[in-house]
């Protein structure tokens, strides 16, 4: 009874200092120099880590240029699963999630979203030759076919929308789950960002190709933003503010030219706003 007394007691210590290591805005953490914590997945060429964690992919090196131009060098990595990246945000596990999320009108009920820094497109990754013909998500529900995305991917909304059936759907955790299902043939083709597609076609080299990102329908045109707790609100005020004055500058379309990020994804006149409400 002593010992499990000790336990609680000591249990209440520890969440009581955890509570107090986190405590205040992030606004206020980062002005005494505080570390900052962003977060996100293993999404090449979007936000993967390098050797030792190190923040890899254009939008971490994007999310952590414009921290720095705020004053901000206090930086951490957290590397989790794509499905862990909203849950980790809103449970204080990280500050910031980096890692290429799309603003979708389901995730903007739960995170607060920075201005888009840039407009992506999705495809498919098939087998080569693409031997069941699929190219869009009518193919994968007229020919019954079986998708693969992963867990928390805008294309489960996507596929369902476009009336393929759950049962057709497959959810693994992220894209080396993925490419693995389309090469065994558990499933027919696997739905990520084009982006991720030509770098899973790359890695399989030759097993899989990438559809045409054109031949799915106009509205999966997406737009991603960097994401932050509600409570943040002067924090991604201040973010979006450096953001604006960087983004689309000679300095970041360097930065981010080796990843594959050019001046046509740049996002252009969208505002948060209106892809929270049509996305």
Request: hydrophobic share 40%; aromatic share 8%.
């Amino acid at each position: 009874m002593m010992l499990k007394l000790i336990s609680l007691v000591l249990s209440s210590v520890l969440a009581i200092f955890a509570s107090s290591v986190n405590a205040g805005s992030l606004l206020e953490r980062g002005e005494k120099g505080k570390v900052i914590r962003i977060g996100f997945a293993n999404e090449v060429p979007w936000a993967y880590p390098g050797e030792k964690n190190a923040p890899m992919g254009f939008a971490n090196v994007h999310t952590i240029a414009v921290l720095q131009t705020m004053g901000y060098t206090n930086i951490e990595s957290v590397v989790t699963e794509w499905g862990g990246l909203i849950p980790g945000l809103k449970a204080g596990r990280f500050d910031i999630i980096t890692g290429g999320m799309y603003i979708l009108n389901s995730r903007c009920q739960n995170i607060s979203f920075s201005e888009p820094m840039g407009q992506f497109g999705d495809a498919f990754i098939v087998k080569k030759g693409n031997p069941k013909g699929i190219h869009n998500y009518q193919d994968v529900k007229n020919k019954e076919a079986r998708l693969v995305t992963g867990t928390g991917y805008n294309s489960i909304e996507a596929a369902k929308k476009e009336g393929v059936p759950d049962s057709s759907v497959m959810q693994v955790p992220g894209p080396t789950e993925i490419l693995a299902a389309v090469r065994v043939g558990r499933a027919d083709a696997g739905a990520v960002t084009y982006f991720t597609a030509l770098n899973l076609a790359k890695q399989s080299k030759g097993a899989v190709e990438v559809t045409n990102p054109s031949a799915l329908p106009d509205w999966t045109l997406n737009y991603v933003g960097i994401g932050f707790r509600p409570s943040d609100g002067d924090f991604l005020k201040a973010f979006n503010k450096a953001q604006a004055a960087y983004l689309g500058s000679e300095a970041m379309l360097e930065s981010v030219k080796k990843y594959g990020y050019t001046k046509s994804q740049l996002p252009g006149d969208v505002t948060t706003a209106w892809a929270c409400e049509n996305r």
